[in-house]
C-alpha cells in the first residue's frame, strides 16, 4: 500500500507514475504493477528532410520539453530513412554524408533505446553465423548464457572472451587468442558491450 500510494500521488497531481519518490527498497513492488506512465519513455521527433541534421523550431521547442523532464529525445526524417531502405548498403553512407548525417536515424532510436534501457549487446560467432544478444547492462556471465539457452546458464563454466574491437583489429578470434587478447571469465563477470562470447558449460 505505501507504493500504491506514492504512485497515486504522482497521479492525482496529473505526473506520470515514474515521477513518483520511489525507494530502491519500493522499486521491485513498484515494477511489478506495471503502471504504464512508469514505463520509460523516449521521444523521437520526425522532420523534413532539411532540417534532418540540425532539427528545426519546432523540434527544438519539443527537445526542450524533453530535457526538463528527463526524457531521452532523437530528431530523424522518415523520409530519409525510407529513402536509405531502398539504397544498397554501399551507398548509403554517401548519401547520408550528403545530408550532414552520419548514421541513419533508426541507428540513433537504437542507441538510444538501449541507454534508456540500460542494454549492452554481445555476439556470439561461429563458423556459420554470428549473432547478437541483448541483457542488462552489468549482466553476468552465466545470464548472458542464459538468454541464449537455459541449459547453458545451468551449466555455466566459463566465457571465453573478445572485446569487439580486438575482435575486428585482428581479424577473429584466431588473430585475436594469438594477440592475447582472449580472455576466460568466470561466474562474476559482468559483460560489456561488444563483447564477442564464446561459453563453456556442463550438460
Known amino acids: 500500500m505505501p507504493v500504491v500510494q506514492k504512485a497515486l500521488e504522482a497521479l492525482r497531481v496529473g505526473k506520470p507514475a515514474r515521477a513518483a519518490d520511489i525507494t530502491s527498497e519500493q522499486r521491485p513492488v513498484f515494477t511489478r504493477m506495471q503502471l504504464i506512465t512508469a514505463k520509460p519513455m523516449m521521444y523521437v521527433l520526425n522532420v523534413d528532410e532539411a ?9 527544438a521547442e519539443a ?60 555476439f556470439t560467432v ?9 541483457v542488462r547492462r552489468d549482466a553476468r556471465a552465466p545470464q548472458a548464457a542464459g538468454v541464449i539457452h537455459t541449459d547453458f546458464e545451468k551449466g555455466f563454466i566459463r566465457a571465453e572472451t573478445i572485446a569487439y ?37 556442463n550438460v
Do not use: M
Not at 180 to 186: D, I, S, T, V, W
Open 165 to 201: 574491437d580486438d575482435y575486428v583489429a585482428l581479424g577473429g578470434e584466431a588473430g585475436a587468442r594469438d594477440a592475447g587478447k582472449l580472455r576466460l571469465e568466470g561466474k562474476d563477470y559482468a559483460v560489456k558491450d561488444g563483447d564477442v562470447l564464446h561459453f563453456r558449460f
Open 63 to 122: 527537445e526542450l520539453h524533453a530535457r526538463n523532464r528527463g526524457i531521452p529525445c532523437v530528431v530523424i526524417s522518415a523520409a530519409i530513412e525510407a529513402e536509405v531502405a531502398q539504397l544498397p548498403p554501399e551507398d548509403q553512407a554517401e548519401y547520408l554524408s550528403h545530408l550532414g548525417l552520419e548514421e541513419t536515424g533508426l541507428a540513433r532510436v537504437l542507441r538510444a533505446g538501449y541507454a534508456l534501457l540500460d542494454l549492452v549487446t554481445f
Open 126 to 134: 561461429g563458423p556459420k553465423e554470428a549473432r547478437a544478444w541483448t
Open 51 to 59: 532540417s534532418a541534421a540540425t532539427g528545426n523550431p519546432h523540434s
